[in-house]
């Protein structure tokens, strides 16, 4: 079975070109958008033009996939400062023990603090 893109449910024509005055002149819907990007199965640049409406669920794929990956980067950052977090803990620990050092408290090692 043969399948063919059907006219617009709008009753519109993306591009359509009529002569005025003797002259052609293009009358483009404004729906009618080009869409420029990588191909991301290709790695290629890819430019094409069709209906925004149409766009719609590729572009809202690729916002979440974008949103996904913004997650994906603030939570290795925030497992990072707890990492600095929990050393910086430690180094303070030493620095008060050292300050407040009583003679029969064994200070915390080098090694103890930093992995």
Same mark, same amino acid.
């Given at each position: 079975m043969e399948t063919r893109v059907s006219d617009c449910p709008l009753g519109a024509k993306c591009e359509e070109l009529k002569i005025e005055d003797?002259?052609?002149?293009?009358?483009?819907?404004p729906w009618y958008v080009q869409i420029r990007g990588v191909?991301? +199965?290709t790695?290629? #640049? &890819?430019s094409t033009?069709?209906?925004a409406i149409a766009w719609l669920p590729t572009?809202?794929? +690729?916002?979440?996939? #974008? &949103?996904?990956?913004?997650?994906?980067a603030t939570e290795s950052f925030r497992n990072e400062?707890?990492?600095q977090g929990a050393q910086t803990q430690q180094v303070l620990l030493v620095?008060?023990?050292s300050a407040n050092r009583k003679p029969d408290i064994k200070p915390l090692e080098q090694a103890d603090i930093c992995e």
């Open positions: 003797g002259k052609p002149i293009l009358y483009r819907c191909d991301t +199965n790695g290629q #640049e &890819s033009w069709g209906c572009l809202t794929i +690729n916002a979440a996939n #974008e &949103s996904r990956k913004g997650v994906a400062m707890v990492k620095a008060a023990q």
